[in-house]
T-cell receptor, first 114, second 113 residues
Framework: EPEVTQTPSHQVTQMGQEVILRCVPI?????FYWYRQILGQKVEFLVS????????KSEIFDDQFSVERPDGSNFTLKIRSTKLEDSAMYFC????????????FGQGTRLTVV | DAKTTQPNSMESNEEEPVHLPCNHS???????IHWYRQLPSQGPEYVIH???SNVNNRMASLAIAEDRKSSTLILHRATLRDAAVYYC??????????????FGKGTHLIIQP
């Protein structure tokens, strides 16, 4: 069964450093997403990406965040200058369509900012 | 996307059916009802979705009230592996909906052996 893969599974970084979280969405999917989940809290939408540009972003997705699809397979989330409060699980997801199709999620990257 | 209300937690015994309720009294005509679940330490996983008619798949059944203001996710024979947080989410396909899924707190399903 096709799956969304994320690397690394765990990343520890110092406050103020840049991090890049990587995802390989399912190959025939057109919509890509990043979500985050702070420990013990809800899963929160960050951004959606379609046709090589951001389709929608939440209030959380400020200028410190950026996304990119550098080639035909990878989808990345960059955090320019990490803060302690960026510590969370980050989930990548992809779907064939926009609204009425299932989203497939990766296993997540646990980001710890120290 | 319209709001949903779910119980915080439910408990069931292994190999028995589980009925997880969801209220969505402000649902619109273009809202689909989606269910996802999140097993411990994993990403969310799609379970099922529907619009008006009841739906069945290999994982579960979705029963939708006639007025669509509530729905029930049915796990026919719960296993320990079904212990997870279950999320009921409305998706507006009418063009005005958000791209991303709006997760609430969901229902924490506990399965007793």
């Amino acid at each position: 069964e096709p799956e969304v893969t994320q690397t690394p599974s765990h990343q520890v970084t110092q406050m103020g450093q840049e991090v890049i979280l990587r995802c390989v969405p399912i190959s025939n999917h057109l919509y890509f997403y990043w979500y985050r989940q702070i420990l013990g809290q809800k899963v929160e939408f960050l951004v959606s990406f379609y046709n090589n540009e951001i389709s929608e972003k939440s209030e959380i997705f400020d200028d410190q965040f950026s996304v990119e699809r550098p080639d035909g397979s990878n989808f990345t989330l960059k955090i320019r200058s990490t803060k302690l409060e960026d510590s969370a699980m980050y989930f990548c997801a992809s779907s064939e369509g926009r609204y009425n199709t299932e989203a497939f999620f990766g296993q997540g990257t646990r980001l710890t900012v120290v | 996307d319209a709001k949903t209300t779910q119980p915080n937690s439910m408990e069931s015994n292994e190999e028995e059916p589980v009925h997880l309720p969801c209220n969505h009294s402000t649902i619109s005509g273009t809202d689909y009802i989606h269910w996802y679940r999140q097993l411990p330490s994993q990403g969310p996983e799609y379970v099922i979705h529907g619009l008006t008619s009841n739906v069945n798949n290999r994982m579960a059944s979705l029963a939708i009230a006639e007025d669509r203001k509530s729905s029930t996710l049915i796990l026919h024979r719960a296993t320990l592996r079904d212990a997870a947080v279950y999320y009921c989410i409305l998706r507006d396909v009418g063009g005005g909906g958000a791209d991303g899924l709006t997760f609430g707190k969901g229902t924490h399903l506990i399965i007793q052996p």
